[in-house]
Every structure is written in C-alpha cells, then in structure tokens.
C-alpha cells in the first residue's frame, strides 16, 4: 500500500516541448486514479516515470513520503500491466501467472506460490483454465492472465497502460467491471492509463486530466460531471 506524490514533474526527451510539463498530484493510499488524455498529452510517459522505467527530468516522486528518482524500478516494489501484455506461449496460464515470483528475490516456497496463483485465478475466474496455453485462450483471458501476473506479488501499487485497448467493446466493459471489483478488493494503490472518456469516468475514484503534457484537472467524476 502506498501513496505516491508527483511534485512539479517534468521530462524532456529533446529540445522541445516538455512531454510531462510541471505535474504535480497526489495519490493517496489505497486510491484508484485515472490518468486520461488525448494520445500524445504525457500519460504513459507520466506512469514510466512512477515506475522507473524513464528518467525524470525534473522535479520530485514521493512513495510514501521517500523521494525515489534515483530508484530502480525493482525496488520501487510497483507492479505494471503493459498495452500488449506479451505472456509466454509455451508456458501454461498457471505458469504464466507464477512467473514473477519465480523472478522474486524472495523465493517463494511451492505451496505458497500455488496459493497466491490460484487466489489470483479466482479473482480474475481463471481458475478453469490453469493448464491451457495462451493460444487456447480468448482475449479477455489473456488480458486476465496478463492481470493475474501484476497482482501475484505484493505491490506498494499497481499501474495499468491501457490494458483494455486492444480488445473489442464488449469485453472491455466486462473487464472494466472486473478491475474495479478487484481493486476495491485489493484496495491497493492503481493508476490506471486510458484515452478512453468511458472509463476514466466509471472506473476512479479520481480523474487526472492531461493535455499537452500539463495537469489540466483533478478531481472525482462526480465533480467532473458538475463542471459546466
Ligand atoms: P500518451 O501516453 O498520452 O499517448 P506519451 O507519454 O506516450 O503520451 O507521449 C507524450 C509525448 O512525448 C508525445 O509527444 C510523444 O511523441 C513524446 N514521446 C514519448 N516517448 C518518447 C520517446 N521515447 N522519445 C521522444 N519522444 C517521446
Ligand atoms: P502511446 O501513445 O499509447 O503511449 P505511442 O504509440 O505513442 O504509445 O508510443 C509507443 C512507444 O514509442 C513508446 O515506448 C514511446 O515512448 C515511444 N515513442 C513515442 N513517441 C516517440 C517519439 N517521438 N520518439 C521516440 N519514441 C517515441
């Protein structure tokens, strides 16, 4: 659990315009936060630097009160789900789902590792499927096992890169319906990507609004739906 402070953010990949220009927002504990914004306004470049998979150019990241620009991102203990959440073909969705603990300097002994994976399986109603291959399995599965990886290991929180844009409408309502039964499950920390006006306003507890790189709102969607 965590609560993580972006403080007068700002990354320049050249000499232009600033991607991230002077973000700052605070996250707190437990909450579920949409970033949302046209394609190109600084979302995913905003959630790579939480993680720490880009550089900051500028300014602070507090998790939990400790500033962490200079972290690896192994030990920001965050979890990520990607846009094209590439599992493994030749490992089954069990093994798809145990991977990051295999990974883990923690060595999680065998019993342990089955339990996380098949309470992981259950949330996300895997459990029928734990010894099929990813090509024997729908979109919207794999997109759960993608899911089951990010939250089979304790995470300070979780962060998610449009992980529903490559589906079809249907299913991305279904699995909006599931992330938000799991986060309130979990109630861990999420930051949530999407350019996608529908679920920034029926997922979050709060909505982030970027446009050309700068903060343009943040606020619940009750109060977004107020604004004239
Ligand atoms: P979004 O996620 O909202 O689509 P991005 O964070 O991907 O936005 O991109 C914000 C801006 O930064 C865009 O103008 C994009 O072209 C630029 N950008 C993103 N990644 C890089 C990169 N690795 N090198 C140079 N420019 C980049
Ligand atoms: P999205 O808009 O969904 O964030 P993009 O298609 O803009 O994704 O970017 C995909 C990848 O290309 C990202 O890793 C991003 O950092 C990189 N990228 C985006 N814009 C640029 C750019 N102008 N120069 C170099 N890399 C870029």
Redesign the pocket.
């Known amino acids: 659990m965590a609560e993580i402070e972006l403080r007068n953010l700002v990354k320049r990949?050249g000499d232009g315009f600033p991607a991230v220009n002077d973000v700052s927002l605070r996250i707190e504990d437990g909450e579920f936060v949409i970033l949302v914004g046209p394609?190109?306004s600084g979302?995913?470049?905003v959630l790579?630097m939480i993680v720490g998979l880009?550089d900051i150019t500028d300014g602070d990241l507090l998790i939990d009160g400790e500033r962490v620009n200079d972290k690896a991102p192994r030990d920001r203990d965050l979890s990520m789900v990607f846009?094209n959440y590439a599992l493994y073909p030749h490992l089954t969705v069990y093994e798809n789902i145990a991977f990051p603990l295999r990974l883990d300097k923690t060595s999680y002994p065998e019993d342990e590792v089955k339990a996380r994976v098949d309470r992981a399986a259950t949330m996300l109603e895997l459990g029928e499927h734990l010894e099929r291959k990813p090509a024997n399995l729908s979109g919207g599965q794999r997109q759960r096992v993608a899911m089951g990886r990010a939250i089979v290991r304790d995470a300070k929180a979780f962060l998610f890169?449009?992980p529903l844009?490559n589906l079809d409408a249907k299913l991305r309502g279904q699995m909006r319906t599931e992330i938000a039964r799991m986060q309130r499950n979990l109630g861990v920390t999420t930051v949530y990507v999407t350019?996608d006006q529908t679920e920034a306003m029926t997922l979050g507890d709060k909505v982030a609004v970027l446009k050309r790189g700068a903060l343009q709102q943040y606020a619940s969607p009750q109060e977004l739906y107020r604004e004239p």
Do not use: P, V
Request: glycine letters at 8%; proline letters at 0%; a negative charge.
């Open positions: 990949y394609s190109g979302k995913s470049t790579r880009e846009q890169d449009e844009s350019h």
